[in-house]
């Protein structure tokens, strides 16, 4: 009698979602392949990895493995690219492995839900016969129009019902009635239609068409879209998207959080027929991961999303756009620090495609990295639809006054123009009503119990909140500390500049766009609708107003927040600051009209200042390059910064204190610190950082690796500890 022999047990090395920087060994009797999902026993629970490696003998010895519980689909989860991406990203930014597959899966995926696409039809119910349909549905022609398609046997998915513009109640009234039902959908055919709308093709200009035929699609290139506002980027992105699906490819989107509104994704509805999905946070988990298995099967043949979807699953793709590159929302804060942004050139070079980074206000690293050789710079520099260049003025606020408004010789300029009918944009990057609340008798000042800062004043739900940790409490009466009715709020935020313009201009209505007034997405579509329904108006807000939206009629806009950037000790904040300001100056006169722009500020013989507004935002970065490679600065330094933070004051900086002196830097680098941070007490928790510094790469990955070791093995349940790679922030 023969017996089949049992097959040979192998050895996988399976990455976890857990805060620790190794994958872990688990046996099986079944061969797979890296990149699989398998479900594993972890310190008493079950945990859903992915197998990195595998071998034929265990790596470690000396006690038994623990076997694989369950495989899920017998192909990996991630294609290549992406799982080499994350392999990429996990050592870069010093970051464990399994965490790093976990920030880059949907939620459903990552609990275990199956990786193929389930798709619905509506489909006729076989007893609606035509005459039914014509003498039951005669009031209502929608449900009666689709009726009629549904019953000439045409089937529609969701993606087509909204791309024909049935909308839910009248599939519902279908449904409802019995006249049709839901039927899992054929699986999708080799082909997906993708074709162009042409009636929606502008023809390019000059520039565009040169910055088109200049991006090759034969291996990989970054390339550096410099724009100036309204120079009709996206028509590139457009065109240039066109020619990826007629090759049959995918083409991968990034936007920043904000600039995700439904106009922006109905841009690329109206020009292509293919189907376009979305990948935010605002989508259910059940939409993200329809969206995601939509992408990984190359259903969707264009992805737009936000920061993560820089992670998602294509088998094909062919293109990777990263609108306003410059955006910080491209860089994730906490947790797993990654910049999106960064990570789509990786991505480029993996995959073997073009990428095209584009913004009005590049980032200075990109344009070193254009300096250097590496990334290949594309020019538009007009607005595309025959528009003017905005003109800049600076508008001189008093010495010692820190505000210029309501300075009356600016309150008549608003005044003509709105008399004239036209709209005017008020930037001030505060919200709230005041930021500050204080008592003129004895100056004591609102302060947060939980951070070093002060608690703004918010008028409309009538408390003081914390813009650190989000403390809320109510507006005293008096003076906490004297007793006195002397409480007085001090300067403005935009909830006071709103109620200031509405009583200057009680003809005018007033919107206002901050995060307080925008907290659902439709409030600042329908916000941005009105304003592009036309009449005159005054839009204030924070800088969200500066973010890539198209405003056909404000032709004046106004920038209060100039002087403080230009003060700050971060050496970040000129960059910042020019690019608010050139963003924000750029929604004025987009269309017929000629746009204007006035800055208020103290600093008018500021050179830099003058730099901006006389020549070009290219001319005013490059400058501002010389400054950094003088004080080599980033992008001529490599940084990174080391955080702690413990619930006890002196413990995280002591704990930094004696990481400092024990790593060694690795030669070419420096460490130093620990520095307490400005704000060092936030949310109760008191922090200290450490800089590493390095004119190479290398050698400040070398230091990091000795650094992250110490951290762990000196680490303490009292503090918490993260490694920030080429932080945006420094404090
Ligand atoms: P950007 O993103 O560079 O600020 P947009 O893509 O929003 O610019 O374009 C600004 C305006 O110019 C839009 O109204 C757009 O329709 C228009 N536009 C873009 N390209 C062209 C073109 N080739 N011909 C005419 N109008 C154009
Ligand atoms: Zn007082
Ligand atoms: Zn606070």
């Given at each position: 009698m023969t017996e089949t022999p049992p097959r040979p047990e192998r050895y996988y090395q399976v990455a976890l979602p857990?805060?620790?920087p190794s994958a872990f060994e688990y046996r099986s009797n079944e061969a797979l392949q890296t990149g699989q999902r398998v479900r594993v026993s972890f310190a008493g629970r079950f945990l859903i990895g992915i197998v990195i490696s595998a071998a034929a003998?265990?790596?470690?010895?000396g006690h038994t493995l623990k076997a694989i519980n369950q495989v899920f689909e017998?192909?990996?989860?991630?294609?290549a690219p992406v799982f080499e991406l994350c392999q990429w990203a996990a050592q870069y930014y010093l970051h464990p492995l399994g965490e790093v597959f976990a920030a880059a899966l949907p939620k459903k995926i990552r609990s275990g839900?199956?990786?193929?696409t389930k798709t619905f039809q509506l489909v006729a119910s076989p007893n609606s016969p035509e005459r039914r349909i014509d003498s039951s549905l005669s009031r209502s022609p929608k449900q009666r129009a689709l009726m009629l398609r549904l019953a000439q046997g045409e089937g529609f998915n969701r993606e087509k019902l909204k791309r024909e513009k049935y909308s839910k109640a009248v599939v519902v009234g279908l449904l409802q009635r019995g006249f049709a039902h839901w039927q899992t959908e054929t699986p999708p055919a080799d082909?997906?239609?993708?074709?162009?709308?042409?009636?929606?093709v502008l023809s390019a200009t000059d520039p565009q068409s040169d910055a088109i035929s200049a991006v090759s699609f034969k291996g990989h290139q970054t390339y550096l879209l410099?724009?100036?506002?309204?120079?009709g980027k996206t028509e590139v992105y457009l065109q240039l998207i066109e020619k990826v699906l007629e090759a049959g490819k995918q083409a991968l989107v990034l936007i920043p959080e904000i600039s995700l509104t439904p106009q922006t994704i109905e841009r690329f509805r109206d020009r292509f027929e293919a189907p376009v999905v979305t990948l935010h946070s605002e989508l259910t988990d059940r939409e993200r991961a329809n969206h995601w298995r939509d992408a990984r099967s190359g259903r969707a043949r264009i992805i737009i999303g936000t920061r993560?979807?820089?992670f998602t699953p294509t088998p094909d793709l062919g293109l990777i756009v990263v609108d306003?590159?410059?955006?910080?929302?491209?860089?994730?804060?906490?947790?797993?620090?990654?910049?999106a942004r960064d990570l789509a050139t990786v991505r480029g070079l993996i995959e073997k495609i073009p990428v095209v980074l584009g913004s009005a206000t590049p980032s200075l690293e990109s344009l070193q990295n254009v300096e250097a050789g590496k990334y290949h710079l594309l020019e538009l520099?007009?607005?595309?639809?025959?528009a003017q260049k905005e003109q800049y003025t600076l508008f001189p606020v008093p010495?010692?006054?820190?505000?210029?408004?309501?300075?009356p010789a600016l309150l008549e300029i608003i005044k003509q123009v709105l008399d004239k009918g036209e709209q005017v944009l008020v930037m001030r990057n505060r919200r709230g009503f005041a930021p500050v609340l204080y008592c003129t008798h004895c100056q004591w000042i609102a302060q947060c119990a939980q951070c070093d800062a002060r608690l703004t004043m918010h008028k409309a739900r009538n408390h003081l909140q914390c813009h650190h940790c989000g403390e809320q409490q109510s507006i005293p009466?008096?003076?906490?500390?004297?007793?006195?009715?002397s409480l007085i709020p001090l300067g403005e935020g935009t909830q006071r500049l709103e109620s200031m313009l509405n009583q200057q201009f009680p003809d005018y209505p007033v919107i206002r766009i901050d995060s307080d007034s925008t907290q659902q997405r439709s409030a600042l579509e329908s916000m941005l609708n009105r304003v592009n329904a036309g009449g005159p108006c005054i839009l204030v807000g924070t800088q969200?107003?500066?973010?890539?939206h198209h405003f056909t009629g404000i032709t004046l806009a106004l920038v209060l927040d100039v002087d403080q950037g230009f003060f700050s000790?971060?050496?970040r904040a000129i960059e910042r600051t020019a690019q608010l300001i050139i963003q924000t100056g750029g929604?004025?006169?987009?269309?017929?009209l000629p746009g204007a722009v006035y800055l208020s500020t103290t600093?008018?013989?500021?050179p830099e200042l003058q730099a901006l507004i006389q020549s070009d935002y290219l001319t005013f970065a490059q400058n501002l390059l010389q400054q950094r490679k003088h004080h080599k600065l980033p992008p001529y330094a490599s940084h990174a910064t080391v955080k702690a933070d413990a619930r006890q004051p002196e413990t995280a900086y002591r704990f930094l204190a004696g990481i400092a002196q024990q790593a060694r830097a690795s030669h070419g680098c420096e460490i130093l610190g620990p520095v307490r941070p400005?704000?060092?007490?936030?949310a109760g928790w008191y922090r200290a950082q450490l800089l590493v510094t390095s004119q190479s790469r290398p050698s400040r990955a070398r230091t990091l690796i000795r650094i992250e070791k110490l951290l762990r093995e000196n680490k303490n349940r009292s503090l918490r500890w993260s490694i920030d790679v080429d932080p945006s922030d420094l404090v």
């Open positions: 857990v805060p620790l003998s265990p790596r470690t010895s017998n192909e990996p989860l991630l294609p839900d199956d990786i193929k082909t997906y239609p993708q074709h162009v709308r042409s009636d929606t410099y724009g100036v506002t309204g120079s993560s979807a820089i306003e590159e410059h955006d910080n929302s491209y860089k994730q804060q906490d947790g797993f620090h990654y910049s520099p007009e607005r595309a639809n025959g010495q010692g006054q820190t505000n210029a408004f309501p300075d009466s008096q003076c906490p500390s004297c007793s006195q009715l969200l107003l500066a973010k890539g000790s971060d050496y929604r004025s006169g987009r269309e017929a600093l008018q013989d500021l400005g704000m060092e007490k936030r």
